[in-house]
C-alpha cells in the first residue's frame, strides 16, 4: 500500500518536491518506525527535523490517543465548549506561568495569523512588524512577514501595512515606532529557516520597551524554540518582558496530530473580542483544539518534564562543543549555533566551479551554495536527516529528538567530521 502511496504523491500531490527528494537522497521509503526513528531499506534513520521531539510515534502519546479513540467521548463539540480544549489551556497556562487565555489551531501559520488578528483588533492599529530572515509559515498573514524570495514573491498583493524590517535593527524599529500605527512586534528568539540566529539583547531590550511604551503587541513565534527545545520551557522566558502573545506549534501534538496554540492574556482577548456574543466567535477555526490533539497534547506534555528540558540544556551544550571542536580543522566549516538542541552549522560555500548548482544543470540555482545540500546528502546515507535552513543554505539545522541517547549524537558527529573531510578533499 505504501508504495503505490509514494507513486500516488508524486502524481497527484507534489512532483517536484518528489523529484528533489530523490535527487539529494533523502529517506523517501520510509516502511515504519522503530524506538522512535524512521525504518527503510538502508536501515534506521534518525530524523534530525525537530518535529518528532519525543522520536516518532512514542508509545505514551499513541497510547493515549489509542485510548481516546476506543472511549466513548466526542471528537468535536458543535458548541465549541471543548472541555479538552479547557484542559489543554490551563495547563498550558499554568505551565508558561504567563498567560491565561489560549486559541487553538491546526498549523503554525494558523496561529501567526490568530496572534496578527488579534494585535489588529485589540489595538485598532494596522502595522505588524516581523524581521527579515523570518519564516512565519503559508497562510496570507505570516507570508506577508517574510521577506522577498521564494516564500512570498509569487503571491503578491500582500497583506498591507505587514512586513519586515531589518534583522537586529534597533535604529529600524524605533524608526517604525516613531512612525506610528504599530500593532504588533513579532519575533522568532532564534530564526531557524533564517540560519540559527538569535535576536540581540539589545534588539529584545528595545522591542520589549518600545511595544509596552506604545501600546503594542509582542509576539513571540515559539513553534521553533517553544517546549523545552532550547533547553528551557520556553524561550521567551528570559526576555526582559514576557511576550504578550506566544505562539506554539509543530511538537505541541506529540508529533501525531496537527494543533497550535496562541497564548495571550485575557484582558487582551477581551479587548479583541470580548465586545459581544457574536464577536467573540469572530476568529475561530473548525477543528482548532478537537478533543483527539488535545489528548495527544497532552500527552506530550506529561512527557516533557524538568528533568528531560535540563538534559535538552545539558546534551546540547556538550553536542555543540564536540561539533565545534570535532569540525573545526575543516576549511569548509565555519561555526556552530544554536541553543539547546536546536543546533545550527554555518558552513564555508566551496568556489570549485564543480560544486556549482550550474554544474549539476540546475542553473536556476546559480546563486545558492551547494555545501548545505551537499552534506545533507551524504549524511542520508549515514542514517541521519538533516536539512539546509530554508533562508539560509549554508547552514544545516539539526533537531535531535529529546529522547536521543548521546552516543548517537557522537555518532553524528564522527559522521559529519568524515563526510566534510570527503568534500574537503573534492575541492
Ligand atoms: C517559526 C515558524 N513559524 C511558523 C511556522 C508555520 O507553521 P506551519 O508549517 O505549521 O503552518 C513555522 C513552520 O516551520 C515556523 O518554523
Not at 13 to 41: K, M, S, W
Not at 200 to 206: E, K, N, T, V
Not at 244 to 265: C, E, N, Q, W, Y
Not at 374 to 379: A, D, F, I, P, S
Request: one cysteine or more; a negative charge; charged letters at 20%.
Amino acid at each position: 500500500m505504501l508504495r503505490e502511496g509514494y507513486e500516488s504523491y508524486r502524481r497527484y500531490v507534489n512532483p517536484l518536491i518528489t523529484l528533489r527528494a530523490e535527487l539529494l537522497g533523502e529517506p523517501t521509503r520510509i516502511t515504519g518506525v522503530q524506538d522512535g526513528r524512521l525504518v527503510e531499506a538502508r536501515g534506521h534513520v534518525e530524523d534530525f527535523h525537530g518535529t518528532q521531539t519525543f522520536g516518532h510515534r512514542h508509545p505514551a502519546i499513541t497510547a493515549a490517543v489509542t485510548e481516546f479513540l476506543a472511549s466513548d467521548s466526542p471528537n468535536w463539540f458543535p458548541c465549541r465548549v471543548n472541555p479538552y480544549a479547557g484542559l489543554l489551556a490551563k495547563r498550558l497556562c499554568e505551565r508558561s506561568g504567563a498567560y491565561d487565555n489560549v486559541f487553538f489551531a491546526n498549523s503554525g501559520s494558523g496561529a501567526v495569523e490568530a496572534a496578527m488578528k488579534l494585535a489588529r483588533a485589540a489595538t485598532k492599529k494596522p502595522r505588524i512588524i516581523s524581521l527579515d530572515g523570518a519564516y512565519h509559515g503559508t497562510t496570507m498573514g505570516s507570508c506577508a512577514l517574510m521577506k522577498p524570495g521564494m516564500f512570498k514573491d509569487p503571491f503578491g498583493p500582500h497583506v498591507p501595512e505587514a512586513g519586515p524590517i531589518p534583522f537586529d535593527d534597533v535604529d529600524a524599529l524605533a524608526a517604525a515606532f516613531r512612525e506610528g500605527g504599530v500593532a504588533a512586534v513579532v519575533l522568532e528568539p532564534i530564526q531557524l529557516e533564517g540560519g540559527v540566529r538569535a535576536v540581540s539583547p539589545a534588539f529584545l531590550a528595545a522591542a520589549c520597551e518600545l511595544t509596552e511604551k506604545h501600546g503594542a503587541l509582542l509576539v513571540a513565534d515559539e513553534i521553533q524554540t517553544g517546549l523545552g527545545r532550547t533547553g528551557r520551557f520556553l524561550a521567551s522566558e528570559t526576555w526582559p518582558r514576557r511576550p504578550d502573545a506566544l505562539i506554539l506549534g509543530k511538537h505541541l501534538g506529540g508529533g501525531l496530530v496537527p494543533i497550535s496554540g496562541m497564548l495571550t492574556r485575557s484582558e487582551l482577548f477581551d479587548r479583541a473580542y470580548g465586545e459581544h456574543y457574536a464577536s467573540a466567535e469572530a476568529h475561530n477555526t473548525t477543528f482548532g483544539g478537537s478533543a483527539l490533539c488535545c489528548v495527544a497534547a497532552l500527552a506530550a506534555l506529561d512527557l516533557l518534564t524538568d528533568d528531560v528540558i535540563a538534559r535538552v540544556g545539558r546534551i546540547g551544550e556538550v553536542f555543540r562543543a564536540k561539533l565545534a571542536s570535532t569540525l573545526a580543522r575543516h576549511e569548509l566549516f565555519a561555526r556552530v549555533k544554536g541553543a539547546g538542541l536546536l543546533v545550527g552549522i554555518e558552513l564555508v560555500p566551496s568556489d570549485h566551479p564543480w560544486l556549482s548548482f550550474e554544474h549539476f544543470g540546475i542553473d536556476a540555482l546559480h546563486d545558492q551554495p551547494t555545501i548545505g545540500v551537499l552534506t545533507c546528502h551524504r549524511l542520508y546515507k549515514r542514517g541521519f536527516y538533516c536539512f539546509a535552513c530554508g533562508h539560509d543554505w549554508r547552514i544545516l539545522r539539526v533537531l535531535p529528538r529529546f529522547t536521543i541517547e548521546e552516543s548517537t549524537l557522537d555518532s553524528f558527529v564522527t559522521a559529519i567530521d568524515e563526510e566534510l573531510e570527503y568534500l574537503c578533499n573534492l575541492t
